[in-house]
């Protein structure tokens, strides 16, 4: 096998146009392209087949589709929620990292493993337990069913894993010999957390933040029974999608997939702009 | 390392872990009641039932297939979009986040178009030549896979990114080859990324419900998951078995992060 | 090096479980063999077809049937027979899902032209209350009384859940009413809904969690729901919309397929059908129904009996003129519905 070569400015065999920078060496090209078959076969070429259908009847499809006003609300609302959902987990989530990783008490453990289950409970059980603990019959009173807040609580309970795990392994890998010599050299707590701590995981942060944003938006299950699917008010975008599918329309369903495609591709590309700035000025 | 002040430290806890109780610890103390509401009864009605016990057996080797597939695509993945650079690559990081957000409905219907057997572009092909992909367990490891696509990427790819190459390049200079480096040195050193990368990769295979619906045409004692057979009981009146089987599915996931929080050698105190 | 061997011990482990495995989950194939019946039907039938099933494994025609089964909501298991999900009987919720199929070119148009006109299992559009009735909700107008709070499946995602709304109008127009004053009535009733859940089930699992007073439900999930133990009573209304569940064997269906549909129709197999809850479709079936009203009287007969083609001149005509994805009478009231905002 050749040497691999390692961000060395040494060129392998030039691919593509001129001044496009490839680095791939003929072991690792053989890498990416069984990778990009199963990739295409996996995911490329059925999220085309849904694209296609969408523009069966060109653009009407896409212009019907938004022109519905209760589509157009549903896509809002789900819009919106990810997004606070997304806001909520990016702080939450590297508290919850934070709190694994650095403290130590009676009981870190059991935190560590509850983390996972939202992705391990099949959503119609989740959709159950949430709608007993916070709906009518709620023990603390708490009732959110068939109102907003209670697709922000089912959105929140999917993607709670995302950014603690993503921020975890990065944590424990963080060399911590900056950070003392840091303070040896008189830097405050707060400075040390913020010039040299956080944007060390700005990277982590943005990954699980776009991992969960993208999961938010495509959320069906444990929504449905909690949140009563209001058109309006607590109708999100999955529900629109099946109903344009019971309702025979697969070209309305593959548009609306579509658009939901196209704006997580928006908010996964803004995230990547993000971190990259970040991770440049720091 | 930065230690926060001890009123810090305490508020800090408190916020997290009454913020993981309510989300997550109450419902899963519920579930567990729900579960046991008649001690092993509903255990015993539902596991029984060989169905129940077959759909269990399904889910659990499709998440295993799922999980070997991701890991060796997420880190072969993650070491391209990391150490080289190609053409395209931004793009290609960009879309590997895509497949979380497809709702499952879109998944099903995305496979089905490409795979079915009557009208799909490669199905009727496929099954000419012996391979059914819908309705059968390669549609469903598909589905899977979708699903959880990014997960050991995601997880790679900060800390391959943090720990720099710095090693690598050392190990290279000294003369290892690529697979040297890859076994020795990458490896070792991203080992717990790809463990936490795996477990949620099992964890949200085990959970996944709508699109596997879908591919697989929940034929039951054939290709129906623990999932649908949850759905399935509930469905039917039967909501003690429900909860039992989403017990199991649950317990199984927590038991993966058990063993990993074993097998983590213990860190020094602080 | 105890890493490694652990490590090792993972991978031979996860490689070989699952070619072991891969013998038990077998692929669905086609039901070539005259003695495998492949049965696809809506969710509720799994408990009620359980018996029948078994009782036609006793007789002699039944005696080296083996079944394959898969049972979902009635639009996807259309949708999935449509996709190549091998089915050899097709039992739904409601026609519209069967055309579809005869459409697809799997089930032959004359289908329904049967003594029962396709038709295997009855039911009835009926109110699911507390127990008790605390509310004393008897009619479809004490629905449309202020701060009575429905529960009703959304006819946009469940094709079933056009029952209860289609019952709702001919409450009205079936009575010599007006589409106009038809369409107010219904109007009334939307504005009473608090939840729309996608399937039946799930609007049953929103009710008995303590959503709504009173809830549009199928009579035989009611029965089925009582019969379990929920805490909930139904009310028959006077007057009310007949639930009729088609059945239909695909073109290559096995002589097996014919057989057993000749037994669900006997009075063994509409028997067992009623003890779990569902309206037989021939006469002279007498039997206990465990969780009705009245177990020895279970299906009193309803005053006025609207039906789908009676009242509203059948499927095609009903779907097109009230749930027409955009010039539906009922898609754009619940189109036009702010509900609560």
């Not at chain 1, 708490?142 to 921020?167: D, E, G, H, K």
């Given at each position: ?9 040494t ?13 791939l ?11 990009m078959?199963?990739?295409?076969l ?8 849904i694209?296609?259908?969408?523009g069966?009847?060109?653009w009407?499809g896409?212009?019907d ?5 209760q589509t157009w609300?549903?896509?809002?609302l ?9 806001l909520?987990n ?15 008490f009676?009981g870190?453990?059991?935190l560590d ?13 989740a959709g ?14 708490i ?28 944590l ?10 840091a303070?040896?050299l008189g830097?405050?707590r707060?400075?040390i957390l913020?010039?040299l ?9 943005a990954?699980?933040a776009a991992?969960?944003?993208?999961r ?7 929504l ?8 309006y008010k ?8 099946y109903?344009f599918v ?12 579509t658009?939901?495609?196209a ?7 803004a ?12 | 390392?930065?230690?926060?002040s001890?009123?810090?430290?305490w ?9 993981v109780?309510?989300l ?14 008649d ?10 039932d ?7 057996i ?5 998440s295993?297939?799922?999980?070997g597939?991701?890991t ?8 391209l979009?990391?150490?080289y650079?190609?053409?395209g ?8 986040d895509?497949?979380?957000?497809v709702?499952p ?19 009727p ?5 012996g391979i059914q ?17 990014p997960?050991v ?17 050392a ?6 080859n690529?697979?040297q ?9 991203i080992?717990?990324?790809i463990v ?16 596997v619906k ?7 004692g ?6 649908q ?7 039917n009146f ?6 039992a ?5 649950v ?5 993966c ?8 050698p213990?860190e020094?105190?602080? | ?13 996860a490689?070989t479980?699952?070619?072991?495995l ?5 692929s ?7 003695h ?22 006793k ?5 080296d049937v ?5 049972y979902?909501?009635?639009?996807d298991q ?8 091998p ?7 409601l026609?519209p899902d069967?055309s ?13 032209q049967?003594?029962?006109k396709g ?5 009835e ?20 009384k202020p ?5 009703t499946?959304n006819?946009?995602?469940s ?7 289609l019952a ?20 009334k009733v939307l504005?009473?809904?608090v ?5 039946g ?17 199928y ?6 729901a009582r019969a379990?133990g ?30 057993f549909l000749?037994f ?9 059908y009623?003890?779990a809850?569902?309206?037989p479709?021939?006469?002279?079936i007498?039997?206990d129904?465990p ?7 279970p ?5 006025t ?5 009676k ?18 009478i ?7 519905l702010?509900?609560?905002?």
């Amino acid at each position: 096998m050749t040497t691999a070569v390692l961000g060395q400015d040494t060129r392998s065999v030039g691919r593509g146009r001129p001044g496009v920078h490839s680095t791939l060496t003929r072991g690792s090209s053989v890498g990416l392209g069984l990778a990009m078959i199963w990739f295409s076969l996996l995911v490329l070429i059925p999220l085309a087949a849904i694209v296609v259908t969408a523009g069966q009847h060109g653009w009407s499809g896409y212009v019907d589709t938004l022109k519905n006003p209760q589509t157009w609300a549903a896509i809002r609302l789900t819009v919106t929620q990810s997004l606070l959902v997304t806001l909520v987990n990016v702080v939450m989530g590297t508290l919850i990292a934070w709190v694994l990783v650095r403290d130590r008490f009676w009981g870190r453990g059991i935190l560590d493993v509850l983390i996972d289950i939202p992705f391990a409970m099949p959503t119609i059980v989740a959709g159950l337990v949430l709608l007993g603990l916070y709906g009518p019959k709620s023990p603390l009173g708490i009732n959110v069913a068939n109102q907003r807040t209670s697709v922000t609580l089912a959105l929140a309970f999917v993607t709670l894993p995302f950014i603690v795990r993503t921020v975890q392994p990065v944590l424990a890998e963080l060399d911590t010999d900056v950070e003392e010599a840091a303070a040896s050299l008189g830097a405050k707590r707060a400075t040390i957390l913020r010039r040299l701590v956080l944007p060390s995981l700005v990277p982590a942060i943005a990954a699980g933040a776009a991992l969960s944003f993208a999961r938010a938006i495509s959320e069906y299950g444990s929504l449905v029974l909690l949140s009563g699917m209001l058109p309006y008010k607590t109708e999100v975008v999955s529900v629109r999608v099946y109903s344009f599918v019971e309702g025979g329309d697969q070209t309305a369903a593959a548009a609306l997939a579509t658009i939901m495609l196209a704006v997580a591709l928006f908010v996964i590309v803004a995230l990547d702009i993000i971190q990259r700035t970040v991770a440049r000025r720091g | 390392m930065v230690e926060l002040s001890t009123p810090a430290k305490w508020a800090l806890r408190v916020v997290v872990i009454s913020y993981v109780f309510l989300l997550v610890g109450w419902p899963m103390i519920t579930l567990i009641q729900n579960a046991f509401s008649d001690g092993l009864g509903n255990f015993q009605a539902a596991f029984s039932d060989p169905d129940v016990v077959h759909a269990m057996i399904v889910t659990i080797e499709v998440s295993l297939w799922a999980v070997g597939i991701n890991t060796v695509f997420g880190v072969g993945m993650a070491l391209l979009l990391v150490r080289y650079e190609f053409p395209g690559k931004r793009a290609l990081s960009a879309l590997i986040d895509l497949p979380m957000a497809v709702s499952p409905v879109v998944i099903g219907l995305a496979l089905l178009l490409v795979y079915n057997g009557r009208t799909g572009w490669f199905g009727p092909t496929l099954e000419a030549h012996g391979i059914q992909v819908i309705f059968s367990s390669p549609g469903m490891i598909m589905a899977t896979c979708f699903v959880s696509l990014p997960l050991v990427v995601r997880e790679v790819v900060p800390v391959l990114t943090e720990i720099g190459d710095d090693q690598e390049q050392a190990a290279t200079s000294l003369g290892a080859n690529a697979f040297q480096t890859l076994r020795r040195i990458t490896l070792p050193a991203i080992k717990w990324a790809i463990v936490y990368g795996v477990v949620l990769t099992m964890a949200r295979s085990l959970g996944e419900f709508g699109a596997v619906k879908i591919v697989s045409g929940n034929l039951i004692g054939q290709t129906q998951t623990a999932s649908q057979a949850v759905e399935q009981e509930y469905n039917n009146f039967s909501q003690g078995e429900a909860y039992a089987i989403s017990f199991v599915l649950v317990l199984l996931a927590v038991l993966c992060i058990v063993v990993v929080s074993l097998l983590r050698p213990k860190e020094p105190s602080a | 090096m105890t890493q490694r061997i652990r490590l090792a011990a993972l991978v031979a482990a996860a490689t070989t479980i699952p070619a072991v495995l891969s013998g038990c989950a077998a692929s669905a194939g086609s039901t070539t063999d005259s003695h495998k019946l492949s049965v696809v039907g809506f969710s509720v039938l799994k408990t009620a077809n359980e018996p029948v099933m078994a009782d036609f494994q006793k007789t002699s025609a039944g005696k080296d049937v083996t079944f394959s089964t898969s049972y979902g909501a009635s639009g996807d298991q259309s949708r999935a027979v449509i996709g190549g999900l091998p089915a050899d009987e097709v039992h739904l919720s409601l026609e519209p899902d069967v055309s579809k199929i005869v459409d697809a070119g799997l089930i032959d148009s004359s289908w329904n032209q049967t003594p029962t006109k396709g038709i295997l299992t009855d039911s009835e559009v009926v109110f699911l209350v507390r127990k008790g009735n605390p509310l004393g909700i008897k009619s479809w107008d004490d629905l449309t009384k202020p701060g009575v709070k429905i529960i009703t499946p959304n006819p946009a995602s469940s094709g079933s859940a056009k029952w209860n709304i289609l019952a709702a109008w001919a409450h009205v127009s079936g009575q010599g009413g007006t589409d106009a004053q038809a369409q107010t009535f219904v109007d009334k009733v939307l504005h009473n809904v608090v939840a729309l859940p996608g399937s039946g089930s799930d609007a049953l699992s929103s009710f008995v969690a303590g959503n709504g007073d009173v809830l549009l439900a199928y009579e035989n999930d009611s029965i089925a729901a009582r019969a379990a133990g929920d805490d909930v009573d139904y009310i028959v209304p006077d007057d009310t919309l007949l639930i009729q569940n088609p059945v239909a064997l695909t073109k290559n269906a096995s002589s097996a397929a014919k057989d057993f549909l000749k037994f669900q129709l006997s009075t063994a197999g509409q028997t067992d059908y009623a003890k779990a809850g569902f309206r037989p479709v021939v006469s002279g079936i007498t039997v206990d129904v465990p969780g009705a009203n009245d177990p020895s009287n279970p299906f009193p007969a309803v005053k006025t009996q609207f039906t789908i083609d009676k009242t509203f001149g059948g499927w095609d005509t009903a779907n097109t003129k009230f749930f027409d994805e955009t010039h539906g009478i009922i898609t754009k009231m619940i189109a036009g519905l702010h509900v609560g905002s």
